[in-house]
């Protein structure tokens, strides 16, 4: 199997990377290939012949993006119509990789593949005008996920971790909903996927299993470090955050992980095993840097 993953630099693409999934791959970068250019695309994909292109490339700064209009939609809408077109040209299938914020959070009741998408500001809609142009393509199998994280890089699980090793008191919101994901259980069931060479397409979910807060969310790593830090629970509205997030983001996933045969972990077990790949992975190295940092 011979497969491409763009955006290689990023959270998912690193946990690819680390998990090894594949002899024949290409884990190219930002640097190495920049996925708004067709050139660039169409050049690799002639060379390397790919069976399947795994695009985590995206612009996921969601503030941002209010501000860069033109920057997310260049990564986040045309890339995956590039993408999807230049796979086509060499027979190849894509797995594109988009969001829950393409949910506007209306009901409670989770959402499954068929839910009609009214994604609010601009990274949620250049997210689902992504979703568009690569199924346009006819050959690209969409997987959308949830507030993902990983031992990688700045994300939520690593900031609250870091702020309760330093004892410091934080507000965190309470009346947004979804479900964390770790990128290695979404990593396994993108791995899963590809590997039955079933060339499927359409709209997927996979998140890990359950719901919560941020603020759940955090309590939680709180505990996982036995922490005593104060944690505040507010609105978004106290947050001021510059685009909007969906109240109310959950995915369902069961029809994707019956489709597939995929496992799944719950929020918490996910998070359980992420916080102890950074205590296997760092030999504590982590914790210490956090407590000179406080000292
Ligand atoms: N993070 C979340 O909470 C979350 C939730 C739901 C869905 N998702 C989706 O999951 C996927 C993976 O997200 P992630 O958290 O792994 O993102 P990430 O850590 O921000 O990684 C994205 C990667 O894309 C690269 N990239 C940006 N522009 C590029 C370009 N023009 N050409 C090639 N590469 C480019 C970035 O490289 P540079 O930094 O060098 O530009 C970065 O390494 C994305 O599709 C995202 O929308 C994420």
Partial sequence: ??????????????????????????????????VTSRVALSR??????????VNCAAYTAVDRAESEVDAAYQVNALAPRLLAECAAEVGAH?????????FCGEGNLPHTEQAVPAPEGV??????AGEIAALDAGNALVLRTSWLYSYYDRN?????????????????????VGTPTWATNLAQA????????CRETGIFHYSDLGVCSWFDFACYLRSLIGATNTLVPIRTSEWQAAAPRPSYSVLDSGYTRAYFNLSALSWMEGAK????????RESGA???REYMERC
């Fill in 1 to 34: 199997m011979r497969v491409v993953v763009t955006g290689a630099n990023g959270q998912l693409g690193r946990t690819l990377r680390y998990l090894s999934p594949w002899t024949e791959v290409a884990y190219l970068s930002h640097a190495d290939l920049d």
């Fill in 286 to 288: 982590f914790f210490q």
């Fill in 190 to 197: 993108i791995i899963a996927i590809v590997n039955k060479e």
């Fill in 123 to 128: 990274y949620a809609r250049s997210k689902r």
């Fill in 273 to 280: 095993a992420c916080f102890e790949e950074l205590t296997h």
């Fill in 44 to 53: 690799f994909f002639e060379q390397f012949r790919p069976q399947w292109v």
């Fill in 94 to 102: 894509l797995l594109h990789i988009s969001t829950d914020y393409v």
């Fill in 156 to 176: 939520f699980f690593r900031t609250i971790l870091t702020k309760c090793l330093q004892q410091t008191s934080l507000r965190v919101v309470y009346d947004q």
